[in-house]
């Protein structure tokens, strides 16, 4: 598939930066540099998701995102009205809804020894997990790339390269959030998460891919 370039994404000093930033919509495409005779560099995932994530994406999804029980309770309602406040109105029309959201409440479980590590979150205080929250380093899905409106399928030259695209975001995440996180005494804590998650089907979980997080003190 052949790229449709409009602009590129600059590399930019991550730096925090209001909600207020502009999130306009733009190709993601390599910038042509004279060492390599005018030709755009081989594509590297990793780098084009440091370039954004502090400019455009965690400033993006702050500002997207809705209480994750007002969140849930209209998607499970009208995913559709959900999906337009919360999601990505620009999603392939096959994809599922991707929601952003604010999850706050009580670790009430957590798995900590295995790769994929989560924490269970009760976020209404019935005691009670409401969502699962991933905490690295290895992670399923693509919920923070596909919550972003200003990321398409077809600002990539195939579909290996959107596929790489959505498995940095959760590397960057594990690097410059999750690894930084208490893995140890993880229940009873409070914790504080602005992420994003697929609609799902079922009785699993809603599954909580962070942008942000923190965790409280023990109690």
């Not at 994809?95 to 924490?119: D, E």
Request: aromatic fraction near 6%.
């Amino acid at each position: 598939m052949p790229n449709k370039p409009t602009c590129s994404i600059l590399a930019a000093p991550l730096l925090a930066v209001t909600v207020g930033v502009s999130l306009t919509a733009c190709k993601i495409l390599p910038t042509p540099s004279a060492e390599n005779g005018g030709k755009p560099p081989a594509f590297n995932a990793d780098k084009m998701v440091g370039d954004i994530w502090a400019v455009k994406v965690v400033p993006y999804v702050r500002q997207k995102a809705g209480s994750f029980p007002e969140v849930h309770a209209l998607a499970k309602a009208d995913p559709a009205a959900a999906g337009a406040k919360f999601g990505n109105p620009k999603k392939q029309a096959n994809s599922p809804w991707t929601f952003a959201v604010r999850l706050k409440g009580k670790i009430v479980a957590a798995n900590t020894q295995s790769r994929a590590a989560t924490m269970d979150v009760d976020a209404d205080g019935d005691g009670k997990a409401d969502a699962r929250v991933q905490i690295g380093p290895a992670m399923r899905g693509t919920a923070l790339r596909d919550s972003l409106d200003f990321i398409q399928f077809n600002d990539f030259t195939n579909q290996i390269d959107f596929a790489q695209f959505g498995k940095a975001f959760n590397i960057h995440a594990d690097k410059t959030v999750l690894s930084k996180l208490p893995r140890e005494a993880l229940e009873g804590r409070s914790v504080r998460v602005v992420g994003a998650y697929v609609m799902g089907s079922g009785q699993d979980l809603p599954l909580v891919t962070p942008a942000e997080a923190e965790v409280g003190p023990k109690p």
